[in-house]
């Protein structure tokens, strides 16, 4: 089992900048990759960035040049830096950590954008 802390989320005004910080325990050999995904009110969950093993990143389309994923492994902690937020990025992000055959969630982060 791996265990995903989330913290770093809040409310911040259109342009601002937040960064978003997980910690991972438990059986942490076992992840190959971990990234953030984010859910808004009555849409579905997508792909902000990940970052895999050998330390390839991805970035979904709408947050590329904006926001920057990044580990310390010395922590076991994955984050992600975001700036230039708009009011279209707000949504609940969720830490996700991936290991063969089973993926693992942390309890999601609230990020509020104002206009």
């Known amino acids: 089992q791996v265990q995903l802390v989330e913290s770093g989320g809040g409310l911040v005004q259109a342009g601002g900048s937040l960064r978003l910080s997980c910690a991972a325990s438990?059986?942490?050999?076992?992840?190959?990759?971990m990234g953030w995904y984010r859910q808004a009110p009555g849409k579905q969950r997508e792909l902000v960035a990940n970052i895999l093993g050998g330390g390839t990143t991805n970035y979904g389309d709408s947050v590329k040049g904006r926001f920057t994923i990044s580990r310390d492994n010395a922590k076991n902690t994955v984050y992600l830096q975001m700036n230039s937020l708009k009011p279209e990025d707000t949504a609940v992000y969720y830490c996700?950590?991936?290991?063969?055959?089973?993926?693992?969630w942390g309890q999601g982060t609230q990020v509020t954008v104002s206009s």
């Open positions: 438990g059986s942490i050999f076992s992840i190959n990759a």
């Open positions: 996700n950590a991936n290991a063969p055959y089973i993926g693992f």
